[in-house]
């Protein structure tokens, strides 16, 4: 057994976990806070059976996509410093972690 761990962009989740649960995945959505990028990431966490988790990363590649998006510079005490200017950033609709499960249990 697997335990798929992801962080979507608000963006995509809704539909990400529309279509995981089509396909029969359960999931658990839990609100995240990042320190970089200001839109907004949720981790989704999906326990699976090993020969599930390539799907899983289908119905991931499928429903997300990766943007350029603006943030603000560095921050700086510096006045007039170029470092506070929007910058432009490629965000990943999702990054994913695939981890062992040593034991599952329902209680």
Known sequence: ??????????????KVLAAAARE??????????????VDGHTAVIVGCDDDKVEKFY???????????????????TLSGSFLKQEIDVEEHGAVA???????????
């Open 1 to 14: 057994m697997k335990l798929v761990m992801t962080i979507i962009s608000n963006s995509d989740v809704d």
């Open 24 to 37: 029969g995945y359960s999931a658990t959505k839990i609100a995240t806070t990042g320190q970089f990028l």
């Open 97 to 107: 972690f695939t981890l062992d499960v040593e034991d599952f249990h329902k209680f």
């Open 58 to 76: 289908s119905i991931l590649k499928d429903n997300v996509k990766k943007r350029t998006v603006k943030t603000s510079g560095v921050k700086s």
